[in-house]
């Protein structure tokens, strides 16, 4: 059973600094999408990582993806309060994008003053 | 406006009672899933489809059908449903494995 673990569950910001998350998977697949929600809403995607080494960027968040670790980063340059919300990362569980996605728990993000 | 929608937004029924849940995207894409959403489970997938006539189980499935009779058009269907299927229901569509969009979700409660 595929297994996809997101870390730290819960994390304090301070605005201004620097925050790498992770999304950790059990499988070989080497498509990985990152997910943002905020509280009360839907989801709205982020990135869409479809190969080993894959970087994307967008504004302060920067996704990457090593398949070979079975391990992707979301980092966060300069944290600001409008990046509160909660990152969800989720696997193509057979690798081939046939739609049969696992997600993760979720990195609820907090940004302070 | 590329969209896709969920009806009913909101929704309280009891035990037993057949309910039907609709999805509806307007982008023309293939694939189409449909996702629960629980406090501190994430998302887990119900079903998954690919194409009109094509649909799969996800990680829940159990108690739940589906039907891909148009591409536009995905519902959720609850023949029997339990206290235990209450939760934020979200649709989601996506061209090939590439960027999936939600719908806005149903919260459905189970007497």
């Known amino acids: 059973e595929l297994k996809v673990e997101q870390n730290p569950l819960f994390l304090s910001m301070q605005e201004g600094k620097n925050y790498t998350i992770y999304c950790n998977y059990s499988t070989t697949s080497d498509r990985l999408y990152w997910y943002r929600q905020d509280p009360g809403k839907s989801l709205e995607s982020l990135f869409v990582l479809l190969s080993n080494g894959a970087v994307k960027q967008e504004g302060r968040l920067m996704a990457s993806l090593d398949t070979k670790a079975r391990l992707s980063t979301l980092h966060i340059t300069a944290a600001v309060h409008d990046l509160s919300a909660t990152y969800f990362c989720?696997?193509?569980?057979?690798?081939?994008?046939?739609?049969?996605?696992?997600f993760g728990k979720g990195n609820q993000v907090v940004v302070i003053p | 406006e590329a969209q896709v929608t969920q009806n009913p937004r909101y929704l309280i029924t009891v035990t037993g009672k057949k309910l039907t849940v609709t999805c509806s995207q307007n982008m023309n894409h293939e694939y189409m899933s449909w996702y629960r959403q629980d406090p501190g489970l994430g998302l887990r997938q119900i079903y998954y489809?690919?194409?009109?006539?094509?649909?799969d189980k996800g990680d829940v499935p159990e108690g739940y059908k589906v039907s891909r009779k148009e591409k536009r058009n995905f519902p959720l269907i609850l023949e029997s449903p339990s206290p235990n299927q209450t939760s934020l229901y979200f649709c989601?569509?996506?061209?090939?494995?590439?960027?999936?969009?939600f719908g806005p979700g149903t919260r459905l409660t189970v007497l």
């Open positions: 989601a569509s996506s061209y090939g494995g590439d960027t999936q969009y």
């Open positions: 989720a696997v193509d569980v057979e690798g081939y994008g046939n739609n049969r996605l696992a």
């Open positions: 489809s690919m194409n009109v006539e094509v649909t």
